[in-house]
């Protein structure tokens, strides 16, 4: 199965900064638009949040949970596998 991967920022996301103060998030979806994983940056760059997460706040509970998402609402960047995977790897 093929994954997608997207960059989301305020303006496509309308009160993303209220959820744990997170101003970009990137996110893994399935081909059917289903968000498997998130990782949420703050302002300064630092991990905000983690979907799915054991151990970071609000992490059992993803920013487009129960979502799907139209990977042609996004106007930002996308980031590459390898790109997530590193962000991914910082949260643990």
Same mark, same amino acid.
């Given at each position: ?7 989301? *920022? ?6 993303? #900064? ?11 979806? %399935?081909?059917?638009?289903?968000? +498997?994983?998130?990782?949420? +940056? %703050? ?8 979907? =799915? $997460? $054991?151990? #970071? =706040? +609000?992490? #059992? ?8 998402? *139209?990977?042609?609402?996004?106007? %930002?960047?996308? =980031? ?6 590193? +962000?991914? $790897?910082?949260?643990?």
């Amino acid at each position: 199965m093929k994954h997608y991967y997207c960059t989301w *920022e305020e303006g496509d996301i309308k009160g993303l #900064h209220s959820i744990s103060e997170v101003s970009s998030l990137y996110t893994e979806s %399935n081909e059917e638009g289903v968000v +498997l994983r998130e990782i949420g +940056l %703050n302002k300064v760059g630092q991990i905000a949040h983690r979907y =799915p $997460s $054991s151990t #970071h =706040p +609000l992490g #059992h509970r993803g920013i487009f949970d129960n979502q799907k998402v *139209e990977l042609s609402d996004t106007t %930002n960047t996308h =980031p590459t596998k390898e790109e997530f995977e590193v +962000l991914w $790897s910082m949260t643990e």
